[in-house]
């Protein structure tokens, strides 16, 4: 348990710095903070192909705008409550979907 624990603490933590990162240069729809591919892959250290997946099978909310896929902070943070845990994984840096 108390392993489990450091390592959801290290994604939060991880996610803390994405998001200081991300403050110096967002783009904002409705005063919503947009992420794009390149932003979401490396918050959920990901490929863009399985973006793709999850987009394909309605896992993940998107927009598009002017041809290029955004995605809602607000949706972002509900994919991973409702999609990730942290299962068998050895990796903190990696998320596994659940399910």
Excluded at 61 to 77: L, P, S
Aim: glycine fraction near 6%; proline fraction near 1%.
């Amino acid at each position: 348990m108390q392993e489990w624990l450091e390592q959801f603490m290290g994604r939060f933590d991880r996610l803390d710095k994405f998001m200081d990162i991300m403050s110096g240069r967002h783009n904002v729809l409705n005063g919503e903070r947009l992420l794009d591919n390149q932003d979401l892959c490396q918050l959920l250290n990901v490929s863009k192909r399985t973006l793709q997946r999850y987009r394909s099978a309605g896992e993940l909310t998107y927009i598009t705008i002017h041809h290029k896929i955004f995605y809602t902070e607000k949706n972002v943070e509900k994919f991973i409550r409702d999609h990730f845990t942290d299962g068998d994984n050895n990796s903190e840096t990696e998320l596994e979907p659940s399910g």
